[in-house]
């Protein structure tokens, strides 16, 4: 049995809650770490969201935090099936301006499949000339990881060139939970498989988002420098086989 999904109407986003919300984490102080850029421009237009940040905000101590700076969160979770196949497609258009050349995470735009229930992540970032396939587990704040004898922490990052620069190219990752297999395509191409996966995906929260990747230094953050990242998403379009 296969059943279709779509993750858009990009036209309700200032409603947030009903299809999308600002993404971000609660933190141990009661707060709420939200990402949103103050001076981001959102147009909606042909189906398309269309997200230009010039980036402002940082986090000095937590690297998850620092790195997401605008993201929107699916307000529905998708379950994966227990023994068959889901993925997930869409097209992506990432531009920068002030990044630094070939350094992709210096400032991306990217979708993020994340399950809160594991802190596990399969990711796509897409730069100015370069884009990553994403494999991940993470401490996401307030997230319990299961123990693992094993590694429990890890985020291996794949990078390629292979795509149409400043244009739209369109994205598919695929998960299997019953072969414990993730496969990463581009343009209908794979990229990308990964067997055993050590943890079991649960369900999904995808999340859209303009991000950069630079670690933290004793000092503090040193993610913003003045770039500009420009991020343009058709709707998701979800497939399940069971």
């Known amino acids: 049995m296969e059943t279709l999904k779509t993750f858009g109407d990009f036209h309700t986003i200032l409603s947030e809650g009903e299809v999308w919300k600002i993404g971000g984490f609660p933190l141990q102080d009661g707060t709420f770490w939200s990402y949103r850029e103050p001076d981001a421009v959102v147009i909606v237009r042909n189906g398309i969201l269309y997200v230009r940040a010039p980036l402002s905000r940082s986090h000095d101590k937590v690297q998850i935090l ?3 700076k605008h993201m929107y969160y699916s ?12 993925s997930f497609e869409l097209q992506i ?7 630094a050349p ?8 990217s979708l993020n499949l994340l399950d809160f229930s594991t802190g596990a992540a399969l990711d796509f970032f897409a730069g100015n000339d370069k884009y990553a396939s994403v494999y991940a587990v993470l401490p996401f704040p307030g997230v319990q990881v299961p123990p693992s004898d094993k590694t429990r922490y890890f985020c291996i990052f794949k990078e390629d060139t292979n795509f149409k620069p400043r244009e739209f190219n369109t994205y598919r990752i695929t998960y299997h939970r019953g072969e414990d297999e993730v496969v990463f395509y ?5 990229v990308r498989r990964e067997k055993g996966v050590p943890i079991k995906f649960n369900r999904f929260t ?14 503090g ?3 913003v420098h003045g770039q500009t990242v420009i991020g343009e998403w058709s709707p998701v379009t979800v497939t399940i086989k069971e």
């Open 66 to 68: 620092d790195n997401a």
């Open 75 to 86: 307000v529905e979770q998708v379950e994966v099936p227990e023994a068959g196949e889901i």
């Open 93 to 99: 258009r990432a531009r920068s301006q002030n990044t």
């Open 102 to 109: 070939g350094d992709l995470y210096d400032g991306y735009v």
């Open 186 to 190: 581009v343009n209908g191409e794979e």
């Open 206 to 219: 995808i999340a859209l988002g303009i991000m950069t990747e630079k670690d933290l230094t004793p000092a």
């Open 221 to 223: 953050s040193v993610s």
